[in-house]
């Protein structure tokens, strides 16, 4: 019988090496059908993050449509998608390194669309096949003193060209859909100070002869109600998802009002961050097929829109995502704790899966695989929050008896946003060496509601905070993990949590930022259009509540931090531009603290070359295998962490 061995917490040798969490991975993302065959978007890692589309033809044969010197890309809104369409065969997409859009018939040669060396770019497009043309999104940032326009344009297929606008004035658009008889458009805005999860509106327009849009009118939705996804059935039938009551619902446009579908307590919409976000799709005429959320795990379900009712399907995913239905089958994006992000087919007959795409197609002993736990804990004001707990598991070690083990606290990004349970070897990595995890779903998380997202307004900086020092807390009291070996990591929004709970809290012994916000007023003065508002509702108006921006930023504040720290950082990032770490790493090391700062050329917001994806998990175990005192398995390519004991350092 196999024995494990006993060795400290933290020094399990494992298989999920920090080498195969970067490079054995290849995002799958907006699944697309044309025809018989099946389209979809990967990430590639290994090819410095490029971006291409991948074809499945009926036999099963998979073939990478994107030449090597291209990579599916936009930067609408900064975060993307809806990078790509294909219609008979042919793909239009954007090109990452001009912007411009591109039409490929598959098998050729891209051919440019839109005009070279003018900064127009291009998101989430349809294609009007009875007038050969186009309807898209388009941000035109060709004024560089003032803000980006958006837009809803047009794009002939013959001509090409920048685009005839279809409908302009509002800050922000997004999915122009059109209806099956290509009669009528429907498309979501929003102004500022809104992010599109607060209050958007979805209208509807007519075609006319000319191609202009007519009889514009506002269907659904406001300053204080968040549309997502507007869909037409195949008969014509406008359908969306609203937060009306509270939680994001299926509705259909009757008659001249929203008829709510199937009224629940869960969420069927999700943060619009990105461009084509789907969590429906229509089987048939009176089918749907969609995904929806209830206290942080999805659900697959079929809803008969003549009379309301719901019949969950049964489906091996805690994630699901994507969702795009036809007749007798359905498409998504599934994962669960044990099972990668996929691209799967469910047959509505037979109710059998089949894989098209793992994002990860090796495979490791379930031994080895720690199954998330659902945990809810008290926090701040009589309240309860939520968060996913991994506790350490690798088959071949134990700890001593008596030890308990370190606590790695993720707050996750947004910070309108959530965790996933699915299979993310970011945090087996940890859980296999002997650490535990708890991600978070912190106040101000989707898919809990609007009132649970709507806890961070005015309070980011301290709900979130809180929350993630109350996960830690919980974990403690029920003994769990070792009180005295607490971490805490986060990137971008989540950095900025990690940064406050480092420096305004004293329960966490060392933490990771990565890319994280420490200036709010910097913040505010560099951030792009889409979220340049996106604080006024998270702290306050600024500079009236320019105190508050103060008050808040963790830069301000190094002398109250009391622990190490370690910064990871793309340095070009345009989002939380480098400044931001280089300055907070030069004050903490000016206080004396261990700290390190890793720098990344090349990389943006979010890291995707495999090298650096390796590079800073790996570095962030070595990190905290000098502050909490064990030997990490594997050899470790050092950095220089300075102020740090000499006694307790190889350097």
């Known amino acids: 019988m196999h024995q494990p061995r006993v060795a400290p917490y933290g020094s399990w040798k494992s298989p999920i090496t920090a080498d195969l969490y970067a490079s054995g991975y290849n995002g799958v993302d907006e699944p697309m059908l044309d025809g018989e065959q099946t389209y979809w978007k990967e990430d590639r890692p290994k090819e410095a993050g490029r971006y291409i589309v991948v074809r499945q033809d009926p036999d099963g044969t998979i073939v990478e449509v994107t030449p090597k010197d291209f990579n599916v890309r936009t930067t609408v809104h900064e975060y993307g998608n809806g990078d790509y369409l294909v219609h008979e065969a042919t793909v239009y997409f954007s090109n990452f390194k001009d912007q411009r859009l591109y039409c490929q018939v598959v098998g050729q040669q891209p051919e440019p669309i839109t005009p070279a060396d003018v900064d127009l770019r291009f998101a989430d497009g349809i294609v009007d096949a009875k007038r050969k043309q186009l309807i898209l999104v388009r941000e035109d940032h060709t004024e560089k003193t003032r803000q980006a326009v958006n837009a809803i344009v047009s794009i002939d297929l013959i001509e090409g060209g920048p685009g005839r606008i279809l409908v302009s004035g509002n800050d922000f658009y997004s999915n122009p859909r059109l209806s099956p008889d290509c009669s009528r458009v429907a498309w979501l805005t929003w102004n500022h100070p809104n992010m599109p999860w607060d209050g958007t509106e979805l209208w509807l327009g007519q075609m006319g002869s000319d191609g202009a849009l007519e009889k514009k009118e506002l269907v659904a939705g406001g300053t204080e109600e968040s549309i997502f996804q507007p869909e037409w059935s195949p008969e014509g039938n406008l359908y969306f998802v609203s937060d009306k009551t509270g939680w994001w619902n299926l509705y259909t446009w009757n008659e001249g009002k929203p008829e709510s579908l199937h009224p629940m307590k869960a969420e069927f919409g999700r943060p619009q961050w990105v461009f084509r976000e789907r969590s429906y799709g229509f089987e048939s005429s009176n089918r749907i097929i969609c995904s929806y959320t209830d206290k942080g795990t999805s659900h697959l379900a079929r809803i008969d829109t003549s009379t309301g009712n719901l019949e969950e ?17 359905v498409l998504f994006l599934g994962g669960s704790p044990t099972l990668p992000m996929s691209l ?10 089949q894989v098209l795409r793992r994002a990860r197609e090796d495979t490791i002993d379930p031994e080895y695989i720690s199954t998330a736990q659902t945990i809810e804990f008290p926090t701040e004001h009589g309240k309860t929050a939520y968060a996913f707990y991994y506790p350490p598991k690798n088959k071949d ?6 030890e308990r083990p370190p606590l790695l606290v993720m707050s996750h990004g947004g910070p309108t946003g959530s965790t996933r349970t699915v299979l993310r070897y970011g945090i087996q990595f940890w859980t296999s060496h002997g650490i535990a995890v708890a991600d978070v779903d912190y106040g101000g998380s989707t898919g809990y509601g609007r009132e649970y997202r709507e806890r961070l307004n005015g309070n980011w900086g301290i709900v979130d905070v809180d929350d993630c020092v109350n996960a830690a807390r919980y974990l403690v009291k029920e003994g769990k993990v070792d009180g005295n070996r607490l971490a805490i990591s986060g990137g971008s929004a989540g950095g900025y949590t ?6 305004f809290r004293d329960l966490f012994n060392a933490g990771a930022s990565y890319f994280g916000v420490s200036d709010l007023e910097s913040m505010h003065k560099d951030t792009h259009k889409f979220e340049s508002h996106y604080d006024h509702s998270l702290i306050g108006p ?5 105190d508050l921006y103060f008050g808040r930023s963790p830069i301000n504040f190094v002398d109250k931090l009391s622990c190490p720290i370690i910064f990871f950082q793309g340095l070009e990032d345009k989002i939380v531009p480098p400044d931001q770490s280089e300055k907070f790493y030069e004050s903490v090391r000016r206080k004396g603290l261990p700290t390190a700062y890793v720098a990344f050329e090349g990389e943006q917001h979010g890291f995707r070359k495999a090298e650096n994806l390796k590079r800073s998990i790996e570095t962030e175990l070595y990190f905290y295998s000098k502050v909490f005192g064990f030997e990490p398995a594997d050899p470790i390519e050092l950095v220089h962490i300075v102020n740090l004991d000499p006694s307790t350092s190889k350097l």
């Open 397 to 402: 070690y134990k700890a001593a008896s008596g």
């Open 542 to 546: 600024y500079p009236e509540r320019r």
């Open 498 to 503: 990690t940064l406050c709970a480092l420096t």
């Open 313 to 329: 399907l049964p489906v091996p995913y805690t994630n699901i995502y994507d969702v795009l239905a036809g007749p007798g089958y």
């Open 344 to 353: 799967v087919k469910l047959n509505l007959k037979t109710l059998r899966t």
